[in-house]
T-cell receptor, first 115, second 113 residues
Framework: ETGVTQSPTHLIKTRGQQVTLRCSSQSGHNTVSWYQQALGQGPQFIFQYYREEENGRGNFPPRFSGLQFPNYSSELNVNALELDDSALYLC??????????????FGPGTRLLVL | GNSVTQMEGPVTLSEEAFLTINCTYT??????LFWYVQYPGEGLQLLLKATKADDKGSNKGFEATYRKETTSFHLEKGSVQVSDSAVYFC????????????FGQGTTLQVKP
């Protein structure tokens, strides 16, 4: 069974640029969630995608956007990068159950540095 | 609103010592509770979970019991190893809420030989 994978592992950008991060979900999972983890803090929920639709969003501005593809992989796009966007970006996949129960399994993350 | 509070770290222990990391939560409804572990430079690994009151999650010698009366989910291990050194995160998810895991701030554990 293949786990959650993310690419790239590291990325350096400058302020104002745009970035795309990618995530492949675990086999059998239909849902992908994205989190931002600043240094020394717990992860913060950005949004979740289920069946190619956004299924909940945290307190992040619209310049954070995403996509989910028919094979359940996903992209996170961030426009107009700011210095505070420097963080570890984590993708988690899960299988959403009928009662909303799910367990999220995380990838290794993409570390983004904005200069 | 929903929140998770963990004991501040770092927690420094000698090998084979007993470990407790406290976690309390505030939530509406009946959340599921999780412990994740993060080793240096890596993503999060699910350590254990509990989905209803009085459930005990366990894995790799770690245990945590879902206590609704005290809104707690403390992590315990009887005998820690150097390899357990990592950051531990407590998290909750409300059933029906769309995907959002709410994490505590993390507790760093350092185990010395």
């Amino acid at each position: 069974e293949t786990g959650v994978t993310q690419s790239p592992t590291h990325l350096i950008k400058t302020r104002g640029q745009q970035v795309t991060l990618r995530c492949s979900s675990q086999s059998g999972h239909n849902t992908v969630s994205w989190y931002q983890q600043a240094l020394g803090q717990g992860p913060q929920f950005i949004f979740q995608y289920y069946r190619e639709e956004e299924n909940g969003r945290g307190n992040f501005p619209p310049r954070f956007s995403g996509l989910q593809f028919p094979n359940y992989s996903s992209e996170l796009n961030v426009n107009a990068l700011e210095l505070d966007d420097s963080a570890l970006y984590l993708c988690a996949s899960s299988r959403l159950g009928l009662a909303g129960e799910e367990t999220q399994y995380f990838g290794p993350g993409t570390r983004l540095l904005v200069l | 609103g929903n929140s998770v509070t963990q004991m501040e770290g770092p927690v420094t222990l000698s090998e084979e010592a007993f470990l407790t990391i406290n976690c309390t939560y505030t939530a509406t409804g009946y959340p599921s509770l999780f412990w994740y572990v993060q080793y240096p430079g890596e993503g999060l690994q699910l350590l254990l979970k509990a989905t209803k009151a009085d459930d005990k999650g366990s894995n790799k010698g770690f245990e945590a019991t879902y206590r609704k009366e005290t809104t707690s989910f403390h992590l315990e291990k009887g005998s820690v190893q150097v390899s357990d050194s990592a950051v531990y995160f407590c998290a909750l998810k409300n059933t029906g809420n769309t995907g959002k895991l709410i994490f505590g701030q993390g507790t760093t554990l350092q185990v010395k030989p």
